[in-house]
Each structure stands twice: as structure tokens, then as C-alpha cells.
């Protein structure tokens, strides 16, 4: 079993619907991490979340310390929100994150 | 603010060949760390460098190296490549001081594509 495991793996909206993606993780963290990858490879960092909720614009992110559970929302989805979605898992050891293998999103008009 | 930079974005090689990869961190980031990615084992942490020492290391093997120079810019190099080195590797830097349990976020560069042939 992966330390950290994403779901879905592949997701279909349409324009307008709100998305969720999940993160579970098995591992200690002093933070989490929610990652943007869009073709081409660049990734954009999204969120860092060590407790609660972080918002930015339409994108809304979660943590549970206890459950070991994170969510990543996107509300009002527009095509342009089409990418590859990671979370991270973050110990605090100095580079060493522990990757979900990625929720490859397509939001269509 | 210039973000991070990596040179070359794209390389090919012939295996057995060695390559040296750049990444130049943002102003003032002390902390590089390089992944690797592959369709098949996703994205794994090479190593992190902080004041031009390594500080962790993942699991990869010894034809994997590093270093960092005095200005914090970092280079990898890989030694007698194999087609299973074909991946995307991307560095990030951070504003990490040093000493564990301390969190900043990363900014990725836009990674370096080789191809081993």
C-alpha cells in the first residue's frame, strides 16, 4: 500500500461543477501539500496545510490530522482548471516529500 | 521575482553517457531539492541540498550525485545512463533555514525532460 494514495485517478467535469479530489496518507507530516501539474511537466505549488482549511480564489483545501485526510475542492470548475492534481506528504525532512501518484483532472466546456 | 530555472528543458542521451542538469534556485532560497518523474513510479525525491551540503538523500543509486555552489544554484548528474533514467526531473527551492520540522513551501522549476536511447 502507497503512503500516500489519491482518488480519483482520472476525473471528468463539466463546466460549472464543483470537484473534490482526496488525499489519504499513512505517514507522519508536519504539512501537507497540493500540487498542480500541467502538460508540459511545470508543477505550481497550491497549498501548504499543516491544520484546517486554505482557500485561494475558487480552490478550497482541507486537512484532517486525525483521520489522516485531506480534500482538495474546486468550486465553479472551468476547463482551464485542467491538469494533473498531487498532493504531498511533508515530515518536515528537508526535501523529502512522499508524492500521491497524481488525479488527472479534464474539466470540459 | 524570477522563479526557478532549469537548463536544459530538454536533453537526449545514449546510455552509458553521463549528463549534468541546472537548476537555479529564487533569490535568496538556500534549499534545492531535485524529483524524479516517470509515468510508471511517479514522482520521487532525489536528494536536497541546504548551504551547499547535502542534508537527505532518497533512494536512488550512487550514479545519482549533487551539488550546490556558493550562490545556491544546484546541478545533478547522472552517470552511465540507462533507458530507465528517461524522466522529468524538476528541482524546487525553498526558503528552509535548516534543522527538521520546520515547513516552507516549494516553488518548482519547469523540470528538464531526458531521454536515454
Known amino acids: 500500500k502507497n503512503e500516500v494514495e489519491q482518488s480519483p485517478q482520472n476525473l471528468t467535469a463539466q463546466e460549472g461543477e464543483f470537484i473534490t479530489i482526496n488525499c489519504s496518507y499513512s505517514?507522519?507530516?508536519?504539512?501537507l501539500h497540493w500540487l498542480q501539474q500541467h502538460p508540459g511537466g511545470g508543477i505550481v505549488s497550491l497549498f501548504m496545510?499543516?491544520?484546517g482549511k486554505k482557500n485561494h480564489g475558487r480552490l478550497i483545501a482541507t486537512i484532517n490530522i486525525q483521520e489522516k485526510h485531506s480534500s482538495l475542492h474546486i468550486t465553479a470548475s472551468h476547463p482551464r482548471d485542467s491538469a494533473v492534481y498531487i498532493c504531498?506528504?511533508?515530515?518536515?525532512?528537508?526535501?523529502?516529500?512522499?508524492f500521491g501518484k497524481g488525479t488527472k483532472l479534464s474539466v470540459k466546456p | 521575482k524570477a522563479g526557478v530555472t532549469q537548463t536544459p528543458r530538454y536533453l537526449i542521451k545514449t546510455r552509458g553517457q553521463q549528463v549534468t542538469l541546472s537548476c537555479s534556485p529564487i533569490?535568496?532560497?538556500?534549499?534545492v531539492s531535485w524529483y524524479q518523474q516517470t509515468p510508471g513510479q511517479g514522482l520521487q525525491f532525489l536528494f536536497e541540498y541546504f548551504s551547499e551540503t547535502q542534508r537527505n538523500k532518497g533512494n536512488f543509486p550512487g550514479r545519482f550525485s549533487g551539488r550546490q555552489f556558493s550562490n545556491s544554484r544546484s546541478e545533478m548528474n547522472v552517470s552511465t545512463l540507462e533507458l530507465g533514467d528517461s524522466a522529468l526531473y524538476l528541482c524546487?527551492?525553498?526558503?528552509?533555514?535548516?534543522?527538521?520540522?520546520?515547513?516552507?513551501?516549494?516553488?518548482f522549476g519547469s523540470g528538464t525532460r531526458l531521454t536515454v536511447v
Open positions: 504531498a506528504a511533508d515530515g518536515g525532512s528537508q526535501g523529502n516529500l512522499i
Open positions: 505517514v507522519g507530516i508536519s504539512a
Open positions: 524546487a527551492s525553498s526558503l528552509s533555514q535548516g534543522g527538521v520540522g520546520t515547513n516552507y513551501g516549494y516553488t
Open positions: 533569490s535568496g532560497h538556500r534549499s
Open positions: 496545510l499543516s491544520s
